[in-house]
């Protein structure tokens, strides 16, 4: 498919075109405004979730063949099951970046079945999303109406890599968002193929706030402001029961070995960089991005990224020492 948003040379980049059937004159508002369409298709990336990678660009290590190829993660099945194998040059120092606790806290996550487990999760994942997408699609031409999406944006409108960061459901009118309230982020979540996967200030009960300053909550009330936010508390509740009941991506049997975003950023050899919070604790420390392991559940995770923790600390949140 073509993209009308991508990212090129470190730069998100796009494609439009005029309206059709409109004129110049009928699309130019003023003199620095003009309407458009966009020249191709564009992605949305959902907010406040995460799920199992279907593909990745292969780590870049020196004298292998498959260095920088675009793959499904099945391919991964011989990095992923060592990534800090010796035979990497770069192995040593990478431990250290990560530090001893984080590689403690990953290796026995590493296997020959790994790649599998985590191909296995992303096929599972898609297909519940596409059914959920279909169902909704077959429901619109039953009752002979049109079927588009609706598009609910928080702070950030778009990701590194030219993506639409929202909130995603069908467009439904008022009756039915009663019947039906929630979004494909959280009927993801429910369904048990979905992490929560919350990134500050793009998060629900921070939404809505007039500025990203105010939306911070004072460490005095923060337990009282994130019990304000019904719907963040029903996606933790979900990953929870999930977790309990061995559902999804917790079955006993075969629950997903590694987090999504901790096999990206060991494909990529890369660092983890958000701090995080623990959103359990009544008055929570401010962690370094490579402790997030020590908040123990995924969903009592507030990662965020460090141009905000200067507004954290103006709060009164701390950094952990």
């Known amino acids: 498919m073509v993209k009308a948003i991508f ?11 005029l309206p059709a059937e409109s004129s110049v004159k009928q699309s130019v508002h003023d003199g620095d405004t ?8 564009f992605s949305i ?6 799920t199992p990678e279907v593909s990745l660009s292969y780590p870049n290590l020196k004298d292998d063949p498959n260095a920088g190829k675009w793959l499904s993660i099945s391919k991964f099945d011989q990095y992923l099951s060592n990534p800090f194998d010796v035979k990497y040059s770069d192995s040593k120092e990478y431990k250290i970046k990560l530090g001893k606790g984080l590689v403690e806290h990953l290796e026995p996550q590493c296997s020959d ?32 109406k049109e079927f588009r999406f609706f598009l609910a944006f928080s702070f950030e409108i778009m990701d590194r890599y030219g993506r639409f960061l929202c909130f995603l459901d069908r467009d439904s009118n008022e009756q039915e968002r009663l019947e039906r309230p929630l979004t494909y982020n959280e009927r993801m979540i429910q369904q048990g193929f979905a992490m929560p996967y919350l990134i500050w200030p ?6 809505g706030k007039e500025s990203v300053v105010k939306a911070v909550p004072d460490i005095n009330n923060f337990q009282a402001e994130i019990e304000k936010s019904k719907r963040l508390q029903k996606a933790r509740e979900a990953i929870r029961k999930s977790r309990e009941s061995g559902t999804g991506l ?21 660092v983890p960089d958000r701090f995080v919070i623990d959103l359990s604790q009544k008055r929570p420390k401010i962690l370094e991005p490579t ?20 507004l954290f600390i103006m709060k009164g949140f701390e950094k952990e020492s």
């Open 45 to 50: 990336r959902f907010l406040g979730i995460d």
């Open 202 to 207: 793009n998060i629900d009960p921070f939404i």
């Open 291 to 310: 402790k997030y392991y020590e908040i123990k559940n995924i969903e009592d995770r507030l990662f965020i990224p460090e141009e905000y923790v200067p």
């Open 7 to 17: 990212k090129s040379y470190n730069l998100v980049r796009g494609f439009a075109k």
């Open 113 to 144: 079945n790994t790649a599998k487990n985590h191909a296995l999760y992303s096929e599972k994942a898609q297909r519940v999303l596409e059914k959920l997408i279909q169902d909704d699609l077959n429901e619109r031409k039953g009752q002979g």
């Open 34 to 41: 003009v309407s458009v369409t966009a020249d191709g298709d």
């Open 250 to 270: 917790f079955d006993f049997n075969d629950p997903l070995m590694l987090f999504p975003f901790e096999l990206r950023y060991l494909v990529r050899r890369s």
